[in-house]
């Protein structure tokens, strides 16, 4: 596989640690596990059954939390502090062949995983003013077929997985900025001043 795959694998990894971390720990994992993928050096780890018991005990937890308003976003400001970090040791490590991490794609990993979890969290706390709770189960199931269909994609097809990447960020992105925009003008509208006639005398 070129150098060039494997930076579009990295890239894809980390975005995705950046909406379901657990999912995507354990994902690699199980593809090791199963011969699926032949993992570079530094991802064997997540083949560890520490690591895959745990990952996978959290992926699931995660899945249950992301479907409740209010919990979904705690859920997501709390895991900023690791998603970040492992979608960046997740870049460099597809691109590392003796298991090394380079600092460049530790900082590229890094800026991808914190963009993919912004767009993410912003989202769905958005959607969280909503008192409708279908908009977030959609929300949630369809980041869980994302993070699913990515990985399927990431090593067999990484350039298509990457081209629905970026598509999905951009719409991702501008849903936000319309919801933003909403949600602004709704709770900053003027109040409009009663008719003369309204008026008692």
Same mark, same amino acid.
């Given at each position: 596989m070129s150098e060039a795959h494997l930076f579009a694998i990295g890239i894809l990894l980390a975005w995705l640690a950046g909406i379901r971390v657990y999912l995507t720990v354990f994902g690699i994992?199980? /593809?090791?596990?199963?011969?699926?993928?032949?993992?570079?050096?530094?991802?064997?780890?997540?083949?560890?059954?520490?690591?895959? $018991?745990?990952?996978?005990?959290?992926?699931?937890?995660?899945?249950?939390?992301?479907?409740?308003?209010g919990i979904d976003s705690g859920w997501d400001l709390l895991h900023t502090v690791l998603r970040i970090p492992v979608g960046a040791f997740l870049a460099a490590a597809a691109l590392s062949p003796d298991g090394q991490?380079?600092?460049?794609?530790?900082?590229?990993?890094?800026?991808?995983?914190l963009t993919s979890h912004v767009l993410k969290a912003g989202?769905?706390?958005?959607?969280?003013?909503?008192?409708?709770?279908?908009?977030?189960?959609?929300?949630?199931?369809?980041?869980?077929?994302?993070?699913? $269909?990515?990985?399927?994609?990431?090593?067999?097809?990484p350039w298509i997985a990457l081209a629905i990447v970026i598509a999905i960020s951009v719409t991702l992105a501008m849903a936000v900025w319309m919801l933003w925009r909403t949600v602004r003008r709704a709770l900053f509208r003027?109040?409009?001043?009663? /008719?003369?006639?309204?008026?008692?005398?």
């Open positions: 994992g199980l /593809a090791g596990v199963m011969g699926w993928l032949d993992l570079p050096p530094a991802l064997e780890a997540t083949t560890s059954p520490w690591v895959l $018991g745990v990952s996978g005990l959290l992926a699931t937890a995660e899945f249950f939390a992301d479907k409740i308003p991490l380079g600092a460049g794609m530790l900082a590229t990993g890094a800026g991808v995983a989202s769905r706390a958005l959607l969280n003013t909503s008192p409708e709770p279908v908009s977030n189960w959609t929300a949630s199931v369809t980041e869980d077929a994302a993070v699913v $269909g990515g990985l399927a994609l990431a090593f067999a097809h003027p109040r409009t001043a009663p /008719a003369q006639s309204d008026v008692p005398h």
